[in-house]
């Protein structure tokens, strides 16, 4: 149903994560891809900048920026893409966390 607001319920951890208790209301955005469709590289960069690890993705060298990217992108199906993306949030996120303490 396009255009009617949704109530979804936020885990725990997700709630701790973006700093809400239960009730708080946040906004979701749900991508709905189809078979054919495949996440592109503006859509990474968003979820690594939602994820707050872009700062540290661009602190990459242009080369292995690059890599990373491309090692999503020739991922089939979009599931490994997703497995992918997951692990390089948990890789940069180490990152940020190392060089924030």
Known sequence: MKGKD???AVNGTI???INKSGGDKVTVTL???????????KQ???????SGVLTAFRQLSKEKQKEIIEDILVQIPEEKQIQKIVSYLEQLSKYVDTNNQ
Do not use: S
Request: proline share 0%; glycine share 0%.
């Open 6 to 8: 949704k109530l979804l």
């Open 15 to 17: 709630r701790k994560a």
């Open 31 to 41: 991508y709905l891809l189809t078979n054919k469709e495949q996440v592109n590289k």
């Open 44 to 50: 990474i960069l968003e979820t690594f900048k939602e």
